[in-house]
């Protein structure tokens, strides 16, 4: 018996929704489907609105936005099934096996992660192109490789997880709006003593975003990596990592000023056609810097 769970937010989902009826059929598993609209545009609202009359499927327009932790943590809680299963409203399945794979494994782990994908092609519009280099370069890596990081490469818009587990170790929603929300709810399953697995049961993200909201997305999980940071949830992180070792090493200085003189090269190319992730990594790591320093300083504060 499976509980889906899709948090929506302006995003179209009827496609999503009935290759996941249709597999689940197909299956022969007991199922429900949550979509809860979390304050979407009207016209999303609109075209979800079919929803309502699906079998085994509840299409809820919630009252007020709730945020991308809580709404996933109502979603558990809302769930009559104790296996549930994550997706993102932007989510393509590939595999006509996407259900059957999850069944499979309902009772062998505690939380199973299936992996995010990108489309083999660029995207189009060249705005688009540095979210899809680094989904395609960073993100996508098969379950041999996840496991052996396991908190590195959890991602929450793809897995099957026991709803006792998400109930006892639920989403932080201090943690505001999006970054890193999936990493310290990874880290605290494995701490409980829950086993979490990866397997090769990818979807395809789809909700590419620009590349002046990408950075923006950028540096709020970059705000919310040290809020975790200062109030004793730290989590690893490469970036975290990065900047350890230049400060121990006494570089950090050297590298802002660094980062100073080629600031507005740097950013151009982020925003180009042929954006570099080596870029992307000298613009994460000087933000990283600049808000640490105000940590420091006393000038943020919670």
Request: aromatic share 12%; with cysteine.
């Amino acid at each position: 018996m499976l509980s889906i769970l899709i948090p929506i937010y302006n995003y179209k989902v009827v496609k999503l929704v009935d290759v996941l009826q249709k597999q689940c059929e197909k299956a022969k598993i007991a199922f429900e489907i949550l979509a809860f609209d979390d304050q979407s545009k009207v016209e999303f609202k609109n075209a979800n609105g079919i929803l309502r009359g699906y079998f085994g499927v509840n299409y809820t327009e919630l009252s007020r936005n709730l945020g991308r932790a809580k709404i996933r943590n109502w979603l558990a809680k809302s769930a009559r099934y104790e296996h549930l299963l994550f997706l993102d409203c932007d989510s393509k399945i590939r595999d006509k096996n996407f259900i059957k794979t999850y069944a499979a494994l309902i009772d062998k782990y505690d939380v199973v992660s299936g992996g995010r994908g990108y489309s083999p092609k660029p995207p189009r519009a060249y705005t688009k192109k540095l979210h899809w280099l680094y989904g395609t370069k960073k993100e996508t890596q098969n379950a041999a490789i996840r496991n052996k990081y396991p908190i590195k490469y959890f991602h929450s818009n793809n897995f099957l997880v026991k709803r006792n587990v998400i109930l006892d170790v639920p989403f932080l929603e201090e943690v505001k709006g999006y970054g890193y929300e999936d990493l310290h709810l990874a880290k605290a399953i494995i701490k409980k003593g829950y086993k979490l697995q990866h397997v090769d049961n990818q979807i395809e993200h789809l909700g590419l975003e620009k590349n002046k909201v990408f950075l923006e997305k950028t540096r709020n999980a970059i705000n919310n990596l040290l809020v975790l940071k200062y109030t004793g949830q730290e989590i690893p992180t490469n970036l975290e990592n990065l900047a350890v070792k230049l400060q121990d090493w006494g570089f950090h200085q050297e590298f802002i000023k660094f980062y100073q003189k080629r600031s507005q090269i740097i950013e151009k190319n982020l925003l180009s056609k042929e954006p570099r992730l080596l870029n992307l990594d000298f613009y994460k790591l000087n933000y990283y810097f600049e808000r640490r320093n105000l940590w420091i300083d006393g000038k943020i504060d919670l």
